[in-house]
């Protein structure tokens, strides 16, 4: 990549030169202040900036994942601007788990920490060092148990100085003492934090005073049914509500289903109302989820999962969600009578996932969804993944006239004939005027794409599913 920039600020290459007369620590001074003077990249349409995301992703592929060689040199990619180079950092030591949608994973790269990238020249160290940001999302390892290990979370904190952390702490036994309390120094400065009662932040969270989390704005919890949580929901329940920066709560229950009583109990003091982003893993029923999604009022993206009972019946009144655009429901009964209770105007984009139907004969097939609910919404967006489904679902599915309304639709099954009728063209959509391949098939739960790529949509996705993610601390 051939590239010939001119500004009025002073120059990588120039910086470069420079720090080649000095040796030790000051020779990366002039570059640190430099990468500090930089113009911040500016704020962008969440779409403009997964394009450039993605532009991003392809170039550095060839510069930064290929092997180096004589024939490979790193001038050209050195002659960038700071911003940009820090910026591609950024992207490059990041997970590339990203996705469209929840089910399709993108093979992952191994990520390359700000440490890695520091130690392949002085020049690299020296942004790295003058850049922040990429010090700002630890993600410590379920190994991170030894003394060493707080020693260098102290470290990789420093190097943050002072902005904004995105926290990944969910682990599968407690830390030691110095990881916990190095993490709960910096609580005013978290942004984001994911953590569960087994990692051992989350009763130093609980006890904390709300003025100690001004910032925080997203929230993962992991919680384990296997311990009594009639205790900890008292707990979690009132933290929630005084935390009022909060905007973006994922709650997972891993294990077998808690007490519904208890669970019911929890969901009604959590300030649903005030979320713009929420995702809950455990929904028994779909009177649960019906409860809980009309108190999303504020939120553009929800996230329900694990519904396995049937609703009692339609509400009396319908609720209308203005801001909602993205939901995803997983579930293992028919939804469409309970999608019927609400009017979703801005809805763009609708998941559905069927965990292990129970209606399995052709002739048992029931609607997918309401043409009243789909014509009161602004969908575009509609992807169906049916477990242990047959192509006359899949068919079913698409057979209903307001699908053809919708610009971009798929439906995925999991079965173990799919290969055969891969082979036979089965993919293809029932209606002869279209020719898209909207039906996919997945014999071993490979998750690979079907259909055309759909574009990226213009709201912005939760931080959970952030194309940043976490970085790891590595090994140490």
Not at 2 to 28: M, P, Y
Not at 123 to 146: D, M, N, Q, V
Request: charged content about 15%; proline content about 7%; overall charge positive.
């Amino acid at each position: 990549m051939n590239v010939s920039v001119t500004r009025q600020t002073i120059s990588i290459s120039h910086l470069e030169h420079q720090s080649q007369h000095k040796l030790g620590l000051a020779s990366l001074l002039p570059v640190q202040v430099a990468v500090r003077n930089q113009k911040p990249i500016p704020i962008i349409a969440a779409s403009a900036l997964a394009r450039r995301r993605d532009a991003i992703i392809r170039a550095t592929g060839v510069i930064l994942v290929k092997k180096a060689d004589t024939s490979n040199s790193p001038t050209t990619f050195n002659d960038l601007p700071v911003e940009i180079i820090a910026e591609i950092f950024l992207v490059c030591h990041a997970r590339h788990n990203i996705s469209h949608f929840p089910w399709v994973q993108v093979v992952s790269k191994e990520p390359l920490p700000p440490i890695s990238l520091s130690q392949v020249s002085r020049l690299w160290r020296a942004i790295c060092l003058g850049f922040p940001e990429l010090w700002t999302s630890p993600k410590l390892p379920y190994t991170a148990h030894k003394p060493s290990h707080a020693v260098a979370l102290a470290h990789w904190l420093s190097k943050s100085r002072g902005c904004p952390l995105n926290v990944n702490a969910i682990s599968n036994k407690p830390f030691l003492s110095g990881v916990d309390s190095a993490l709960l120094s910096q609580m005013s400065r978290w942004k984001t934090v994911c953590m569960s009662e087994i990692g051992g932040l989350l009763p130093g969270f609980l006890s904390a005073h709300q003025t100690e989390t001004p910032i925080l704005e997203g929230l993962v919890l992991r919680l384990y049914p296997g311990k009594p949580l009639s205790q900890i929901f008292d707990q979690i329940v009132p933290r929630l509500q005084q935390t009022t920066s909060l905007r973006q709560l994922d709650l997972r229950f891993a294990g077998f289903m808690p007490n519904r009583d208890a669970l019911v109990q929890f969901f009604a003091g959590v300030p649903f109302e005030r979320l713009t982003h929420v995702r809950v893993s455990r929904n028994p029923s779909l009177d649960d989820f019906v409860s809980i999604l009309q108190r999303c009022r504020s939120a553009t993206h929800v996230e329900l999962t694990s519904i396995i009972y049937e609703p009692i019946g339609l509400l009396p009144n319908k609720i209308c969600l203005p801001a909602l655009q993205s939901l995803t429901i997983h579930t293992e009964v028919p939804i469409a009578t309970a999608l019927q209770n609400f009017i979703l105007p801005s809805l763009r984009t609708l998941r559905i996932v069927f965990e292990y139907t129970r209606l399995r004969e052709p002739e048992a097939i029931a609607p997918l969804l309401g043409e009243e609910f789909v014509r009161s919404s602004a969908l575009e967006y509609i992807f169906v993944v049916d477990y242990k489904g047959s192509l006359a679902h899949a068919r079913g599915y698409l057979d209903a006239a307001y699908m053809r309304s919708i610009a971009h639709v798929e439906v995925k099954i999991h079965g173990t004939h799919s290969i055969s009728v891969l082979r036979e063209g089965g993919n293809q959509c029932p209606h002869p005027n279209c020719n898209r391949a909207h039906i996919g098939w997945s014999a071993f739960n490979d998750c690979q794409h079907i259909g055309h790529q759909i574009p990226d949509t213009e709201f912005s996705g939760p931080f959970w599913y952030s194309p940043y993610n976490y970085f790891e601390l590595g090994r140490f």
